[in-house]
Nanobody, 122 residues
Framework: QVQLVELGGGLVQAGGSLRLSCAAS????????VGWFRQAPGIEREFVAA????????YYAHSVKGRFTISRDNAKNTVYLQMNSLKPEDTAVYFC???????????????WGQGTQVTVSS
């Protein structure tokens, strides 16, 4: 069982940066791939980024590639999402998730956090 808590959301101006953290409980966090997804009002939840158990493989959505960076520190049971050059269209609730395989689809992830709001003003 893994419990996830997202931290670091907030309000930022366009062009600014935020770093989200996903803190996990459980001694086996390093056994899970982690994905970030986001959901804006009226829009289905969409994939943002994912990282493998070791951190050696990373996937990004086309819309964030080159602006967002996912990383992890298994010793701290934490995954990070560094978001730079933020745009108003990045506004959404951001969720982290954990699963046994690295994937870009929601149904591959078994555990989810409660989400954190990111708002980018123009």
């Amino acid at each position: 069982q893994v419990q996830l808590v997202e931290l670091g959301g907030g309000l930022v101006q366009a062009g600014g940066s935020l770093r989200l953290s996903c803190a996990a409980s459980g001694r086996t966090f390093g056994s899970y791939a982690v994905g970030w997804f986001r959901q804006a009002p009226g829009i289905e939840r969409e994939f943002v980024a994912a990282i493998s158990r070791s951190g050696g493989s990373r996937y990004y959505a086309h819309s964030v590639k080159g602006r967002f960076t996912i990383s992890r520190d298994n010793a701290k049971n934490t995954v990070y999402l560094q978001m730079n050059s933020l745009k108003p269209e990045d506004t959404a609730v951001y969720f982290c998730s954990a699963g046994l395989g690295l994937a870009t689809t929601q149904n591959e992830y078994d555990y989810w956090g409660q989400g954190t709001q990111v708002t980018v003003s123009s």
